[in-house]
């Protein structure tokens, strides 16, 4: 039987899951639901209502990241759902930040596939909160709804355990002839400051370890560069393939430590329940040997043993009121 997971991040966490890069992953786990590439701001919002006619100009996985995006559908498809892990990255955050449509409704921004409807074409004046231009605006609703995100897993999700995923944002990539570069200088995506990015996410992972039960895959023990063969080109999340084969092993480990930790109770358990079994066998004999004892027992033995009891009584009492006297 699988293991059941969702994600809830980017590709950072979610390619871990793709045969691309994991290709006998299904052996071991089943993603049972993933939302894709979204702030926790706007997951924790309210649905958006849409024209599903304006949700265009992309192909079905982009399309279907913006449906996503707008109807809220992850929350209620993992209470359903009960997975046994949830992968957890904050790349929607980072990367996009959010656009307030309204009061409690928020829609990640992003510049790659929301831009690219009909939908947000017709958004008059889109008020966007980013993290590298709002920061303490975005900090403040990020801390709000990943507290909200907590409570809502806490009851609805008891038994689900959130692995954070912790990266390190990259600005190296090797080109097709071998050659180290540097993505930023590449011209084929937005220059960033990836010190800064990185400053940004570690905030909030830090913000989640200091808080909240989770398990930690740490991916910054060792260095990971991209590649511009990488089925989604070179860029600052997309690494080579060893980090999504070292990502699969330490999820396993704490897949097994868990396990471990598992049959150690249970182990515990029925050395409980195998002491208590004990002790009611013992109560058990000592009881039938008493029945049988009345059982067996002449009726001039019990008529005799039941005269003691009375004599025994009787001394009692008349000791008793001599004392009074």
Partial sequence: MSV??????????RDVFNTQFNRNYKWFYECVATQFQSSVISLMSNPVEYNP???????????????????????????????????????GDVFFGVIKLGESKYITNNRWKVWKTTFYKEIEDPFTIEVNLQHELFMELWKENIDKFFDFLKKNCPNTQVVLVRNEITDKYKSKAGELKTISNSGTVMKIDTTLYQSYWDKMNEYVVSRYNTKVLDMCEKEY??????????????????????????????????????????????LKEKRYINELEKRNKKLIK???????????????????????????????KSRKN
């Avoid at 049988?292 to 009375?310: D, G, Q, S």
Wanted: charged share 30%; aromatic share 14%; proline share 5%.
């Fill in 225 to 270: 560069i991209s590649y511009e063969e990488h089925p989604w080109k070179q860029y600052y999340v997309h690494y080579t393939l060893d980090f999504y084969e070292d990502l699969f092993n330490k999820l396993q480990l704490v897949f097994l430590d868990d396990m471990q930790c598992e049959y150690e109770k249970l182990k515990e358990n029925s």
């Fill in 53 to 91: 006619e304006k949700i265009d100009n992309l192909e079905p996985h982009p399309a279907w990241t913006v449906r996503t995006e707008l109807t809220k559908e992850f929350l209620p498809l993992i209470k359903d759902k009960n997975p046994d892990y949830l992968l957890l990255d904050f790349f």
């Fill in 290 to 320: 008493k029945i049988n004892f009345f059982n067996n027992e002449p009726v001039i033995h019990a008529i005799k043993r039941y005269l003691l009891k009375v004599d025994s009584i009787n001394s009692l009492n008349n000791k008793l």
């Fill in 4 to 13: 059941k997971v969702a994600v809830m991040g980017s590709c950072v966490s």
